[in-house]
């Protein structure tokens, strides 16, 4: 599998990784008001850029966060940690944004952001939500990112799960008949 060529074709999200430290200590236990943060074995992968052959799982994919539908068919996946999101991405096959199959849900932990309008200040770059409009997507009230003309195979959407505590989902083309339901089954503990 070609690491490289995956993050090229996802050039509005980071293309570049820096594992500068995660948005709380490698760890930390997950509590009803904290963010997930990510395991000091997550935090070596994703400095590693070690790749899961097969892609993890439901409930191991990220540490608190539980993604209860993930569809079928992701051959791969790569866990993520920046300094304030927390993040995996199932791959499937294909390298071309018509055919790429791809679900990346992150966790943004920052405790500036409350509301939804928050997702739409330049500063919350998790998928660049400044030109969004609200929506509904698996009962949650979400923003919905107003992709540019280049970027229309991708599909985000973002809401606040808490105070301080933001939950984005990417699919690419193929997978936006699913996004109500992967939506509709992410658990943040």
């Known amino acids: 599998m070609k690491k490289i060529a995956v993050f090229t074709v996802l050039p509005m999200l980071s293309a570049a990784f820096v594992v500068a430290g995660a948005a709380g200590p490698a760890g930390a236990t997950v509590g009803k008001g904290s963010c997930p943060t990510p395991t000091k074995a997550d935090v070596a992968r994703a400095a590693a850029d070690t790749v899961d052959e097969p892609a993890r799982g439901s409930d191991d994919a990220l540490d608190g966060v539980r993604v209860k539908y993930i569809p079928k068919g992701f051959l791969a996946g790569q866990v993520r940690v920046e300094p304030k999101q927390y993040?995996?991405?199932?791959?499937?096959?294909?390298?071309t944004p018509d055919k790429y199959r791809n679900l990346w849900v992150r966790i943004t932990c920052d405790p500036s952001l409350v509301k939804l309008a928050?997702?739409?200040?330049p500063s919350f770059d998790s998928g660049e939500f400044v030109k969004s409009k609200k929506g509904k997507v698996g009962g949650r009230t979400v923003l919905v990112r107003i992709p540019h003309k280049e970027f229309r195979e991708f599909r985000d959407v973002a809401w606040v799960e808490r105070k301080g505590v933001v939950v984005t989902v990417t699919v690419s083309q193929?997978?936006?008949?699913?996004?109500?339901?992967?939506?509709?089954g992410i658990r943040v503990k």
Do not use: E, H, S, T
Request: charged share 30%.
């Open 174 to 184: 193929p997978l936006f008949a699913d996004l109500d339901k992967i939506v509709k």
């Open 118 to 121: 928050d997702l739409r200040k």
């Open 87 to 95: 993040a995996y991405q199932w791959l499937g096959q294909g390298y």
